[in-house]
């Protein structure tokens, strides 16, 4: 595929190259004394200098014969040096960061690359907030590689969003340079039942020769997975058992092993490589959700590669596996993915191969990181009003709005049965949980005791007004209200809480400031992440999103919840493409059988 | 790169592939109970079956539920199936065969797709020449992916050929379907000096996203290897030594070990994979050059899996060489190379991973060969007349033709110094040998004792009637002549022999026939394979054309000549991109400088 992130084509600096391999033309930098990463052969190569010109590799080798008057000279001084690494899959928007910032937080921990599915911000502002987003990212080195949105919305016909995306917008977008493929069909259902409006999205892409990126969460190996790589799809990030990571590198498809902030299956997927022995070109690490605090505590690809080895996967293995296996993946490897001639000049020092630490970037040849910190300017980018005002309610939202009235035989009663949505600690998964609710003066409440709060789905792109109501247990919480405009994937705006006073206060103060995350209780606002970004993000360094977010957790820990990032947790509660039950703006949906269900249980 | 060389493209068929995969509608063929060679993770997987549908594998696993009324049930009894043989760098015309019984001669032997660069017809008869022969290749079920031929003519200025290839031909040949790459960019020093017509075909090929294979013969694999690897050049079969395919690989430039008929560098090479413990997804094999007798005694793609595997080789490491690096050498790896769901069912049973004999072979799902006969009908060929009538000599040859007259001096010594062509059995070399030769009646002659025959090179592409004279030392031959149009690369008409009568008998035989190579002695023809395709080929299959060259061979013994297939040594006698002298129809040429030179070494 042609390869729109570099400085130059190749066939437009070819000869430069050629010119500085042979010594005849001065490199413009040349990094010496290396042991070079050769992930090509998984090699540790001592003593080896790579000179570079044009963004690009000239020669690996000795290379005092590239050295001119003119040429920078990197003394690597025994350091390792890797390809740039990759990451296969992921949402820049989880990290509440713009682009831009995302790329000054990323950059420095060694990644060059990403392969970004920005389903987030198009589920809010459609192709048009994709693009405002990639505009910010341009103004930084990092290659924000984009693959369409397949799924938007993730669940049609069960919720609102700002956008719907289809074949023909898939079409347009592949002729788009920034565009490397179709982000993650998690529409696998409509795969497997042969949905024209899922296989056309393929199709489209697979005629434009990109790649189709995967979803597929069962546990199921056999059949539907068959399926479901039969129809093109050419990777996957969900796998959560090691048997299933292996099942899909067998069957040619690449195993993306992941280890975010929330969802980390790495520990237990691991030994797909560690204990088989495998070929491991198909197996590749991603993040796909990464949270400002983790960016900001651990790092990013180069913390999950340590993790990894940590997990037993020889050092090479693990750089390999976010670099020329990514590479490889997306049919990139001409250009990415590999420190060798002709190959685009991204390269990552790292102090050994034990505490993979790293020290230098380089992106196009350029030195970008160095010492944990970017060294690229980038001053707050100015997204356009449409995209800082996207929280379109289309009614007042007061106390009253959160009166929830129980059904005539109930309120005689003075309770009803209910199915509430239980939330789980780190999971993306949710359970049904039937509880008897009291019914009092005729209305359901929160009911503190069986930790049953009200959830409220505010559809918050098109004033439509609509909105679904149910009940959430797991989170704990003994006081106050939770409210979200990260809400995936229809990110319409989320509501949870004991009173409905602070309900409609956490509402209105996120319809206020054009979205975020906050936490109120007893009439104030306890804590507040603007995200005024379509609602998902801001245009903060990650260091301060971090301490924003830190802030919030601990405004959840006063209100009585233990749970870590439990706003992650709670994001999750409208994403009805995942089992088991779910609440959108449309009503409760039963996603194990895709269909809408009551509140009342009986 | 969007691949033609299916059945169907994946996106008009893969809604059947996953109807077929849960088992909804019944497979059109299910292979039951093999031993599945696995090269995507390289593993052996037993007990294994694999359902096909439109062309392509749907799945692969326990596939009962696939079979339906209609379903062809092929048991493999516990016998392994690999991915069809994909051979990285070939030649058709070297086995003399047109393509279609080029394609009935490998396929039984489990190949299922050629990256072939036609570059003999292409010297011949041009890009028409090559789109008639790949018109005789689609008559049959063989994958035949054509690289551009580069290098035509091969060392320009210093031969006449039939047509000639530059950077706008290889623009426009980028765009059909059955291009996928550049052929061997031979021209390794235009390359290194930056030339524009070298760098202007690798360019156009890159900016359409395909793949340009190379040729670098030097064994020098610092500068001048990364130089030509930055170029965009991205594999090379001809490495003689290990140490050249393990830099090649190190540099991210797929090393294709050689193994045809006269080329055999793969005992050489297999050290940079024995004796490495690298990772050897860079490494592939190849044939380059096989001969009709090879073919029918040794096969194909197998014969050269089971010699890596004599040398040491893993055989599923050997088979991963045969299919998925090369796929992923071409980025052809969503539809070729490995038995995985929605990829082209190219499937081959091979009796044990010992023997690794082919028993059966599939393309796009079709049994297409069986116990080493190829199951399709093929009847001759049919090439149009301008292909079959490709010899056009601008003179009359007489046996005054061959006359040379000595310099005055030289006359007057009766005898001249002179520089011959020594060949070497085996070799592609050639030495610039000195000898003194009588100068009988003013005339230089062949001399037997000496071993030095007179050699002539006679344009025969568009009657300029111009010719090249000089010396051969090696074949120890004591009497007659031979003559070939098979003359690398301009496929000239090239006479060797021991006096000026059998020299003209030899040229008017195959000025007569269309071309081939002959052996004459005292005014009679002992062997003569007739090759009117281009001056190259034969329409016959690969048995008869074996049983033809044997006797030419025998020939070639009569006369005293004990070298294995010498008539290939003679073929590249011509070829002025390879050390050290060599004859073309403009004179003699000094290979390392790069100058025509004198036949007088006084």
Chains 1, 2 share one sequence.
Not at 402 to 414: S, V
């Amino acid at each position: 595929m042609i390869n729109t992130f570099c400085k130059k084509p190749l066939w437009e600096c070819s000869k430069t190259l050629v010119a500085v391999a042979q010594g005849k033309v001065p490199a413009d930098t040349v990094i010496a004394n290396a042991r070079l990463v050769n992930v090509c052969t998984a090699e540790v190569q001592d003593g080896m200098d790579v000179a570079i010109a044009e963004g690009r590799i000239a020669y690996v080798g000795k290379a005092d014969h590239c050295i001119g008057e003119g040429t920078q000279v990197i003394n690597a001084a025994g350091q390792c040096i890797a390809p740039g690494f990759l990451d296969g899959h992921i949402h820049v928007e989880s990290s509440m960061m713009g682009a831009g910032e995302y790329a000054r937080a990323v950059v420095p921990h060694g990644t060059t690359g990403i392969y970004w599915d920005p389903h987030e911000v198009c589920n809010v502002l459609g192709l048009k907030g994709v693009e405002a987003m990639a505009a910010d990212a341009r103004r930084t080195p990092l290659k924000a590689m984009i693959t369409t949105p397949s799924c938007v919305p993730a669940v049609p016909g069960f919720e609102d969003t700002g956008a719907a995306i289809g074949p023909k917008d898939v079409a347009r977008t592949m002729s788009w340079g920034n565009v490397v493929g179709l982000g993650e069909m998690m529409n696998f259902p409509g795969i497997l039942a042969g949905d024209d409006h899922a296989h056309g999205e393929v199709a489209e892409t697979l005629r434009a020769g990109k790649t189709v990126t995967g979803h597929y969460s069962l546990p199921e190996t056999d059949r539907g997975l068959n399926a479901y790589v039969a129809s093109g799809v050419r990777c996957c990030h969900e796998s959560t058992r090691a048997e299933d990571a292996l099942a899909k590198m067998r069957l040619g498809m690449y195993a993306q092993l992941r280890f975010g902030s929330a969802w980390q299956d790495l520990p237990a997927l691991a030994a797909a490589v560690t204990e088989t022995g495998i070929d491991t070109r198909f197996a590749m690490l991603v993040s796909d959700d990464t949270h400002p605090h983790t960016l900001v505590a651990d790092g990013h690809l180069d913390h999950i590669v340590r993790t990894a080895v940590d997990l037993g996967i020889d050092a090479v293995t693990a750089i390999q596996m976010v670099t020329i296996n990514c590479a490889q993946c997306f049919q990139m490897d001409h250009d990415l993915g590999s420190i060798a001639p002709g190959k685009c000049a991204d390269i990552v020092f790292l102090d050994d191969l034990e505490h993979l630490r790293v020290t230098r970037v380089l992106i196009d040849g350029e030195v970008v990181a160095e010492e944990g910190r970017a060294l690229f300017d980038l001053p707050p980018y100015e997204y356009p009003e449409w995209v800082t005002h996207s929280v379109r309610l289309g009614r007042a939202i007061t106390p009253e709005t959160f009166r929830m009235a129980a059904p005539a035989h109930a309120a005689a009663k003075g309770a009803a049965r209910i199915r509430a949505i239980e939330v789980l600690a780190g999971k993306t998964s949710t359970r049904e949980t039937l509880i008897d609710l009291p019914a009092l003066d005729g209305l359901l409440q929160s009911d503190i005791e069986q930790d049953a709060l009200k959830a409220f789905v505010f559809e918050r792109h098109r004033e439509t007004g609509t909105f679904g109501a149910g009940f959430v247990k797991g989170f704990g919480i003994k006081r106050g209200a939770m409210a979200s405009t990260v809400a995936h994937d229809a990110h319409n705006l989320l509501v949870v809480g004991a009173n409905d006073e602070d309900m409609a206060l956490a509402a209105n103060t996120l319809a206020t400031c054009g979205g975020g995350m906050v936490v109120v209780a007893d009439g104030k606002v306890l804590a507040l992440v603007e995200l005024p970004v379509a609602g998902l993000m801001d245009v903060l360094p990650a260091k301060d999103m971090s301490e924003k977010v830190h802030a919030l957790e601990r405004a959840w820990g006063q209100i009585g919840c233990t749970m870590p990032s439990p706003f992650m947790t709670m994001a999750l509660i409208p994403l009805a493409c995942l089992p088991e039950l779910r609440l959108t703006n449309r009503g409760l949906v039963d996603c194990t059988t895709f269909e809408f269900t009551d509140l009342l249980a009986e």
